[in-house]
């Protein structure tokens, strides 16, 4: 099987498609967009891009090419994040840092209390910074790097799991052109947007799948990018499309909202 | 009044600040964090971070800060997101591109139409960007640049309003002890944590808004970061704290969710 995700190797993403299927081919992709497009011109088989992180939030761009292409959330991955600081010195004589930005903020509190005045080198993705590190020639270099980045560039570990947060996992989806066959244990993923601004009309909508005792595992409204204030709704649901109750209540939703099936998958949690 | 925000100089944080007071003395920090951390320490009078960006979302470093620091939101601005395209060269001779990775996103359409095999060289601001460019030797050198930071560094513009986006805006909050006074025309951030896991809480919950004709301008469920699947919910309502219909509501509430205030403020649209 060949798969697109974003490169380079040794990203969590990587990770993701490894835990997935550790024999596809990968074809790393600089861009979220450019995975969708591979997929959607059957230049690969499936695709593998972030969803939503638990620091950081939902990833914007994975939303948006969902609806852009059409195209469908097959399953979900969840990967934990841990980043480990690697380095040339030891940690108090460490001078400068390489890191990606979102990274670097994801560790923010091990760096302000270990790290004092260190210079910050940012890089375009967690694999460059272990790479940047492999070649530096002067000492006191370091960088935020993740296992797989570790063990490939054969870096020397300084401290193990510095994010700031144990409970850092990213949740990565597999993009297809189809949505998955029903296993009685699925989640659905929706986008809604009003017909019309009216109020209580999200009330309305909650109801149609309490009343159907459809549990809701996220929910979010996120800017149309039409005016400011106009709102578009991303929700998960317990349950596949094809479930009876869920085609109920989006048939109900269906007469104020137009629904976007984001993709029906296995639930990994 | 001495106002912390992130730097360095030719920010979009840089342009909320001048917005909200261009007189101010202003105090760049590295993180959002050390922006929190120097009003609660009296080191300024106030504090300008950014909220959420009309494309990539939430900023979730801003609401775990709100949280952990207990300060409030007193003013929303709305800054727009414009991104340029200054270079040393034409277009078409462009060789390389300095950029911060999240803008360097928002023109992902641009830059895969109009510069085609140009290397990508992350930076960890705009303004770093503009000062890169500003000090290139070398012919071909392009970075991404918004307004304030052109301007600054007195560089050539080869495109304007390169943001994929016609409507990309970034909401910053101004941060301090207390909660804004009424006008009347008011904006309430609350988060929102349940006592208990329990079906149709969520209804529940914006019934009660719903009934009192409150509006509901956001709603995001963020993971709580204990196990997966444990949700916090971000609500923006119409009103003020102080507001009869808001407190009722928010006191019913009560009685199944832990609520913190993030800040009562008047609405900018």
Redesign the interface.
């Known amino acids: 099987m060949r798969i697109a995700t974003l490169g380079p190797e040794g990203t969590f993403s990587h990770e993701a498609v490894l835990k997935y299927d550790n024999e596809a081919e990968i074809i790393f992709k600089?861009?979220i967009?450019d995975v969708f497009d591979a997929v959607k011109n059957n230049e690969v088989d499936k695709g593998i891009v972030p969803l939503?992180?638990?620091?950081?939030?939902?990833?914007?761009?994975t939303l948006?090419s969902l609806m852009h292409f059409g195209l469908k959330i097959i399953k979900e991955i969840?990967i934990p994040v841990k980043h480990n600081l690697a380095g040339n010195s030891k940690i108090n004589e460490l001078k400068f840092l390489y890191s990606?930005?979102?990274t670097f903020?994801q560790c923010?509190?091990f760096i302000?209390d270990k790290l004092n005045e260190i210079e910050?080198i940012?890089?375009?993705s967690n694999a460059v910074s272990a790479e940047k590190l492999s070649k530096a020639k002067r000492k006191g270099a370091g960088a935020i790097v993740p296992n797989p980045a570790m063990k490939k560039y054969k870096l020397k570990c300084l401290a193990r799991d510095i994010q700031d947060?144990r409970?850092?996992?990213t949740r990565f989806a597999v993009i297809d052109m189809e949505c998955a066959k029903k296993t009685g244990n699925d989640r659905t993923s929706i986008s809604i947007y009003p017909h019309m601004d009216k109020?209580?009309l999200?009330?309305q909508l909650?109801?149609e799948?309490?009343r159907r005792?459809i549990?809701?595992?996220?929910?979010?409204?996120?800017?149309s990018?039409?005016?400011?204030?106009d709102?578009i709704?991303f929700i998960d649901l317990q349950g596949h499309k094809d479930d009876k109750e869920v085609k109920a209540a989006l048939k109900a939703i269906e007469k104020n909202f137009f629904i976007q099936i984001l993709g029906s998958y296995p639930r990994e949690?």
Chains 1, 2 share one sequence.
């Open positions: 600089y861009t967009w939503e992180n638990s620091v950081s939030g939902t990833i914007g761009l948006d969840i990606h930005p979102q903020a923010e509190k302000r910050f940012p890089t375009s947060n409970f850092n996992v109020p209580g999200l009330y909650i109801g799948f309490a005792k549990n809701l595992t996220k929910i979010e409204s996120r800017p990018k039409g005016r400011l204030g709102y709704f949690y």
